[in-house]
């Protein structure tokens, strides 16, 4: 039988809920250890999108039972000529052809929004591992066509095992080359006099990060975009903790960072942004904020246990200070893209 996509609102509760139900069993079996979506933030998603995207987020049936998901994101003030997508299959409905259906879906709506491309990920074995690249995966790239262009590793910090006297030394090393520089940290949204440098720091991520080949544009980040992105945040139940250095003859935050952890899942939080302006580099200005900010952020949130972060498998020097700090490598994906 052919599959039957359901979109899913806020308006059909129980059936949203379906959703979330497959999201995470599908994620315990293909990334053990993975945390669960909060049904806190899962709820705010289907009403409040991502500042400046549309979301749209389909059940799949498959004789009449739950089979799968289908989850988009479409840009709607930059990238809008890609379309991002993300499918599972839940686990006990694997093997019948749901996968390829939400794949050519996915394609069809692209389509249908007159988009150039679109984009899905999926996981891959580690780089260095043994472990064999899931050929379910592979096959079905190459049966639409699409190409393999950017691999990212998912790492995680056991907050158990940081080793104190290790980031000591780190940060003692990095205050030696950052003279001229002031250590600023807030929790919540960003204070008012720093919120345009976080705007211009946000916004200019993907020219500095590495992309391979993933065609993408740098996003549109005023400040209203960030206040408005710290109001999806917080209904959400996500509690940012962030560190900034401030170059003190200009006044400027030119180095920011930020963990943030989620409300029901209070042994989990996320590594997320860490960037430095260009022209500021060359002071171990990451390394002092991250190592700063790992510690204000346990202050406020002692029940986390656990922190991960994701970093595009080529960017080896962000790579190598969250190893520093004690991130180890838990799963690896990467995305694929399909030009229309």
Same mark, same amino acid.
């Given at each position: 039988?052919?599959?039957?996509?359901?979109?899913?609102?806020?308006?059909?509760?129980?059936?949203?809920?379906?959703?979330?139900?497959?999201?995470?069993?599908?994620?315990?079996?293909?990334?053990?250890?993975?945390?669960?979506?909060?049904?806190?933030?899962?709820?705010?998603?289907?009403?409040?999108?991502?500042?400046?995207?549309?979301?749209?987020?389909?059940?799949?049936?498959?004789?009449?039972?739950?089979?799968?998901?289908?989850?988009?994101?479409?840009?709607?003030?930059?990238?809008?000529?890609?379309?991002?997508? $993300?499918?599972?299959?839940?686990? /006990?409905?694997?093997? #019948?052809?749901?996968?390829?259906? %939400? +794949?050519?879906?996915?394609?069809? &709506?692209?389509r249908e929004l007159g988009r150039a491309r679109v984009a899905l990920n999926s996981a891959i074995p580690i780089p260095g591992s043994d472990g064999p690249e899931d050929p379910a995966v592979a096959a079905l790239a190459a049966r639409f066509g699409f190409k393999a262009v950017l691999p990212e590793v998912h790492r995680a910090l056991d907050v158990a095992t940081i080793d104190e006297e290790a980031l000591d030394r780190m940060l003692a090393d990095a205050w030696t080359k950052a003279d001229g520089y002031e250590l600023v940290q807030w929790s919540g949204d960003v204070p008012e006099r720093f919120v345009e440098d976080v705007a211009y720091l946000d916004g200019r991520?993907?020219?500095?990060?590495?992309?391979?080949?993933?065609?993408?544009?740098?996003?549109?980040?005023?400040?209203?975009?960030?206040?408005? $992105?710290?109001?999806?945040?917080? /209904?959400?139940?996500? #509690?940012?903790?962030?560190?900034? %250095? +401030?170059?003190?003859?200009?006044? &400027?935050?030119?180095?920011?960072?930020?963990?943030?952890?989620?409300?029901?899942?209070?042994?989990?939080?996320?590594?997320?942004?860490?960037?430095?302006?260009?022209?500021?580099?060359?002071?171990?200005?990451?390394?002092?904020?991250?190592?700063?900010?790992?510690?204000?952020?346990?202050?406020?949130?002692?029940?986390?246990?656990?922190?991960?972060?994701?970093?595009?498998?080529?960017?080896?020097?962000?790579?190598?200070?969250?190893?520093?700090?004690?991130?180890?490598?838990?799963?690896?994906?990467?995305?694929?893209?399909?030009?229309?």
């Open positions: 039988m052919t599959p039957e996509f359901i979109r899913i609102s806020s308006a059909d509760y129980p059936t949203a809920l379906t959703f979330l139900a497959i999201t995470n069993r599908a994620n315990e079996v293909d990334l053990p250890g993975w945390p669960p979506f909060p049904e806190i933030a899962f709820r705010a998603s289907l009403d409040l999108p991502w500042p400046g995207n549309a979301e749209e987020k389909y059940l799949v049936l498959l004789d009449g039972e739950p089979a799968g998901v289908v989850d988009f994101t479409i840009p709607l003030l930059d990238n809008v000529t890609n379309f991002f997508s $993300t499918v599972r299959t839940d686990p /006990a409905m694997r093997g #019948r052809g749901v996968g390829a259906a %939400m +794949v050519q879906f996915s394609i069809d &709506r692209a991520l993907i020219e500095d990060a590495p992309m391979g080949d993933l065609v993408i544009e740098a996003m549109k980040i005023d400040a209203q975009r960030v206040r408005d $992105t710290e109001a999806a945040i917080k /209904a959400r139940g996500r #509690r940012p903790h962030d560190s900034g %250095m +401030v170059h003190t003859e200009s006044g &400027r935050l030119v180095c920011w960072t930020s963990i943030v952890a989620e409300e029901g899942l209070d042994w989990h939080a996320w590594q997320q942004i860490t960037i430095v302006e260009p022209q500021h580099r060359g002071h171990r200005l990451g390394t002092i904020v991250k190592i700063a900010n790992l510690r204000y952020f346990m202050k406020a949130e002692p029940k986390v246990t656990e922190i991960g972060t994701f970093n595009a498998a080529a960017n080896s020097y962000m790579i190598a200070i969250n190893e520093d700090m004690g991130f180890r490598a838990r799963h690896a994906f990467e995305n694929w893209q399909l030009e229309l």
